[in-house]
């Protein structure tokens, strides 16, 4: 109840703040007569966000008009067209809170039955309704819905209000929030279970072809290191301490988003999806795991996720079985009661293999009472 009524008061915080510039039409008629101050508030951008966009300096005079400094119609007619892309609607959000939902009705309870025998657990957490909602996150969450808002996006644009491209910083804290308390009321289900192209990886790597490879796990260090750095490296040329160029965001030339509108305006963003979905057939969730900067946030968040996977310490005969199962390095970490474990997304692949049954998904204080 605690959690359905966390994901609600989000969405419609969420229903709120997206009531805002965004809903301007793409109908909206905009010429190079007109300066950056006059086009801005109707992308519900600021001055220095479409400054951006047009790649003029953030100190560019805003009440200029552009064919002044040099930008013809077809560069405006681009800027426009790629800051509409990323208007969002509610009811992306209310989808992705439904998706949730039920995961989390799913893994807790529906897909194990009460006081199931330990012989039948091959039964339990049966695929279709997993790939059922990776189906509807790509399909409606994606291509229907479109690819804004999603958590990669809801991050970004946070800093990117920081730097004063966006009027408002609330609103993007507040749609990153919903993303932050998704992963945190069950472990990482928007990113496992509801984002658009962590679900399409997901399915690629579903596929059952090169299975043997699939075996080999990259170093959780060495994929959450790289990830990290870039990070850190998108920050210092956002912010301009390093470089000359000030909001410069690294992201948009790596984000495989663009896909659900299939809308590639930079050559390496089409780069990105082809790479990264090749790499997911044989890799798990590459993308999430090298690049994603929610994938890092949430990564932190499962730290304080409310339902997650639980090893029952006393039971538990380390016999691998999970590890195995496991598609990444999550299972080993638990296991290993390591602080800080590889990225769980909450997959339920660990939680019918366990021969002693020392594996369940609840809540922590399920935990709290069985200690």
């Not at 959690?3 to 793409?26: D, R």
């Not at 007109?34 to 790649?55: C, H, N, Q, Y």
């Not at 691998?320 to 590889?342: D, Q, V």
Request: glycine letters at 6%.
């Amino acid at each position: 109840m605690v959690a359905i009524m966390l994901i609600m008061a989000i969405i419609l915080s969420i229903g709120v703040v997206t009531n805002l510039p965004k809903e301007k039409t793409t109908s909206e008629i905009f010429t190079t007569d007109m300066s950056i101050s006059d086009i801005a508030p109707k992308l519900g951008v600021t001055g220095k966000g479409l400054a951006r966009e047009l790649a003029l300096p953030l100190d560019t005079p805003k009440k200029k008009p552009l064919n002044k400094l040099g930008i013809s119609q077809e560069q405006l007619e681009h800027a426009a067209e790629h800051i509409l892309s990323h208007r969002s609607t509610s009811l992306k959000y209310y989808v992705f809170g439904t998706i949730v939902l039920f995961a989390l009705m799913f893994l807790t309870r529906f897909g194990r039955p009460d006081n199931a025998n330990i012989s039948e657990r091959k039964l339990w957490y049966p695929r279709i309704p997993y790939v059922t909602c990776l189906l509807a996150a790509v399909l409606v969450c994606g291509f229907v819905l479109g690819k804004s808002p999603n958590p990669m996006e809801g991050t970004v644009k946070v800093f990117k209000s920081m730097v004063g491209l966006y009027p408002s910083i609330v609103s993007k804290l507040i749609a990153l929030s919903f993303f932050v308390v998704l992963a945190i009321i069950g472990n990482k289900l928007i990113c496992g279970w509801v984002c658009p192209f962590g679900a399409l990886q997901e399915l690629f790597y579903s596929i059952p072809v090169l299975r043997k490879i699939k075996q080999w796990k990259i170093p959780f260090w060495l994929t959450n290191t790289i990830r990290s750095g870039l990070f850190c490296v998108v920050m210092l040329f956002l912010f301009g301490i390093v470089g000359s160029n000030k909001g410069f965001v690294i992201y948009h030339y790596l984000n495989p988003f663009n896909l659900f509108d299939l809308h590639f305006d930079h050559w390496l963003i089409l780069l990105t999806v082809v790479v990264f979905l090749t790499l997911a057939f044989f890799i798990y969730r590459p993308f999430c795991h090298l690049i994603c900067p929610f994938g890092l946030i949430s990564w932190i968040a499962e730290k304080f996720s409310l339902y997650r996977v639980i090893i029952d310490e006393e039971k538990c005969t380390q016999c691998g079985a999970c590890i195995n199962a496991c598609p990444s390095h999550a299972a080993k970490g638990t296991i290993e009661s390591k602080a800080f474990p590889a990225d769980c997304f909450s997959c339920a692949r660990c939680l019918n293999v366990c021969p002693v049954d020392a594996i369940h998904y609840r809540s922590i204080w399920a935990k709290k009472a069985t200690t």
